[in-house]
């Protein structure tokens, strides 16, 4: 079983910067890719970001294309969120969570889930 911790939240202004990490437990990391999601109040939980196992491949929302970058450093077992440009409608809950199928952007295809963390974008 792969536990999931978040962190690196927290309030930012319009435009600016922040990245979150997230960091796992187990051997099994590099086998998963990783991916990235939000849920903002009143919204449904929709998929940000994905990385695959190995690092080499990504895929982004239309959203967030050209603002965020997602990593992974497999040797700390921990995957991040990078995001500059940020906007209001960037304010969500972030979660990340693991797959065992390459870049999947379908909730239900992920067996583990962080507890998310808090990201506030203020105007």
């Known amino acids: 079983q792969v536990q999931l911790v978040e962190s690196g939240g927290g309030v930012v202004q319009a435009g600016g910067s922040l990245r979150v990490s997230c960091v796992a437990s187990?051997?099994?990391?590099?086998?998963?890719?990783m991916g990235w999601f939000r849920q903002a109040p009143g919204k449904e939980r929709e998929f940000v970001a994905v990385i695959s196992g190995g690092g080499g491949l990504t895929n982004y929302a239309d959203s967030v294309k050209g603002r965020f970058t997602i990593s992974r450093d497999n040797v700390k077992n921990t995957v991040y969120l990078q995001m500059n440009s940020l906007k209001p409608e960037d304010t969500a809950v972030y979660y990340c969570a693991a797959s065992p199928i390459v870049l999947e952007t379908i909730r239900a295809a992920y067996e583990y889930w962080g507890q998310g963390t808090q990201v506030t974008v203020s105007s």
């Open positions: 187990g051997r099994t990391f590099r086998t998963y890719s």
